[in-house]
């Protein structure tokens, strides 16, 4: 189906290696599809910037093993190669289980793998550690490794010849002195579009990946499965993923048009599954950017708001300034314009964020409460059981999400959308969704259908007055 590319670990220079792949692939003018395991956000941006396509990603948690196969068929059927980036160690999944981990997916799509191992700390014992990775899981297949951070053509050649008599084939080298350092925060690297030198680092990186790897054995386990025999022009389109919306698209009652959705996309909000977005435009949404941090207002005629997650306590003092905004939002709120609004989009509607630095900028303040930033990361799955009705979820309705944030909002809601984990969480109306908890559109489009029925009967009551 695609390379798969891995680590025995975090921290090993998978996203290094992934990206110089992407980029080495691209510069001789192949049409490259990437993926990211998991529900990663800032990973895929550097994939998108390569590539000069949309990175999706494959998380069997928040979405299904149905969905993930669909996916990455569906979205590589027109790609020259695939590239799919793993994330933590190969068998690493939910809660110390191998559930939504890289080897879950390169086993739902028999996908050959690349193990990237940091081997700046190891000789020959780096070849009980590929043995390990070889036999603990036979069904998989790992097609060759790459030695990351070696020390010297000595050092090198210690760690090949202990791997000889394995023969698992060394597929690439990165020396210490040829790491990409890529600028990093609280959250994970630095977004892209936020470094003005991101095309050298592109350049850089394409460099890296056509000087640093075995593109010989490489280049044919990049090939999407379906470019291999018959040939791609020769095959019927591929169904969508979403041509299995339950209830069926011609079920819904026609929506108006156009039906415009705000979308904040600027530094601040940028965290989106693509398919989600995706979904809102097969369903017959036409999508409007939208920046807090740039606009003077809203756009005229939106049927509904979407505020994605980010980096809203890096441009807090930005987002503050920016009370022509504010103000339109307030009474768009007023007015009853359906919003959902997810974990930096939740702290864009509390009353502000008080910083690490003791500073505190006023924002939208729809919500009771403030924005804490702290120094402990809330991390992970999370199911969730909705104590009330938003322009997303039913009450009642059980789903799967993740959480990957620095803040805290207190006080706790008197009246919380979800009793996630046994604890209550978020803000929930008719009209407003604000949570910390990130959900997949893409694979469960039942949200978005509720979220434009919403926007829909607020865009005909608004005509009518």
């Known amino acids: 189906m695609a390379l798969v590319i891995a680590g025995d670990r975090s921290g090993v220079g998978k996203t290094t290696v992934a990206l110089a792949l992407n980029a080495a692939l691209t510069a001789r003018g192949r049409r490259v599809q990437t993926f990211k395991v998991g529900p990663d956000y800032i990973d895929p941006l550097f994939h998108s910037a390569i590539s000069g396509r949309p990175c999706?990603?494959?998380?069997?948690?928040?979405?299904?093993?149905?969905?993930?196969?669909t996916c990455a068929k569906y979205y590589s059927q027109d790609a020259d190669d695939v590239l799919i980036e793993g994330v933590m160690g190969l068998f690493d999944g939910r809660s110390g289980t191998s559930e939504g981990s890289t080897a879950a997916i390169a086993q739902l799509l028999n996908a050959p793998i690349l193990l990237v191992l940091d081997v700046q700390k190891q000789a020959?014992?780096?070849?009980?550690?590929?043995?390990?990775?070889?036999?603990y899981h036979p069904a998989l297949r790992i097609a060759g490794v790459v030695l990351n951070r070696v020390g010297s053509d000595r050092h090198r050649q210690i760690l090949e010849d202990a791997l000889a008599p394995l023969g698992i084939p060394v597929l690439g080298v990165l020396y210490r002195d040829q790491q990409l350092a890529l600028p990093s925060r609280h959250l994970g690297l630095v977004p892209p579009h936020e470094s003005a030198?991101?095309?050298?680092v592109g350049d850089r990186l394409a460099v890296l990946g056509?000087?640093?790897?075995?593109?010989?054995?490489?280049?044919?386990?990049?090939?999407?499965?379906?470019?291999?025999?018959?040939?791609?022009?020769?095959?019927?389109?591929?169904?969508?993923p979403l041509s299995s919306l339950s209830p069926p698209l011609s079920s819904l009652p026609p929506l108006p048009s156009p039906l415009n959705i705000g979308i904040a996309q600027d530094a601040a909000f940028h965290f989106y599954y693509t398919d989600a977005l995706d979904v809102l435009r097969t369903l017959g949404a036409t999508l409007i950017p939208v920046s807090p941090l740039r606009d003077p207002c809203l756009p005229p005629n939106l049927s509904g708001l979407i505020l994605g997650g980010g980096f809203p306590e890096v441009f807090a003092a930005e987002l503050s300034a920016n009370e022509s905004f504010l103000s339109a939002l307030r009474h768009s709120l007023q007015r009853g314009l359906p919003v959902y609004a997810e974990c930096g989009g939740l702290m864009y509607l509390a009353q502000g964020i008080h910083t690490l630095e003791g500073q505190v900028y006023p924002l939208v303040g729809h919500l009771p409460t403030v924005a804490h930033m702290g120094d402990r990361l809330t991390l992970g799955y999370r199911t969730a059981t909705a104590l009330h009705a938003t322009p997303c979820v039913d009450q009642g309705q059980q789903v799967w999400g993740h959480e990957f944030h620095y803040s805290r909002v207190t006080p706790s809601p008197?009246?919380?959308?979800?009793?996630?984990?046994?604890?209550?969480?978020?803000?929930?109306?008719?009209?407003?969704?604000?949570s910390y908890l990130h959900l997949h559109w893409g694979g469960h489009p039942e949200f978005a259908m509720k979220f434009l029925q919403r926007a829909a009967h607020f865009s005909r009551s608004t005509h009518l007055c």
């Open 414 to 434: 008197l009246s919380p959308l979800w009793h996630l984990n046994s604890l209550p969480e978020g803000w929930g109306s008719d009209d407003v969704h604000a």
């Open 56 to 69: 999706y990603n494959l998380d069997p948690i928040l979405t299904s093993a149905d969905y993930v196969q």
């Open 197 to 200: 030198a991101f095309q050298a």
């Open 210 to 240: 056509c000087t640093c790897f075995d593109w010989l054995h490489l280049e044919p386990l990049c090939a999407p499965l379906s470019s291999l025999s018959p040939p791609l022009s020769s095959l019927p389109p591929l169904p969508s």
């Open 124 to 135: 020959a014992s780096v070849a009980a550690l590929v043995y390990g990775f070889c036999h």
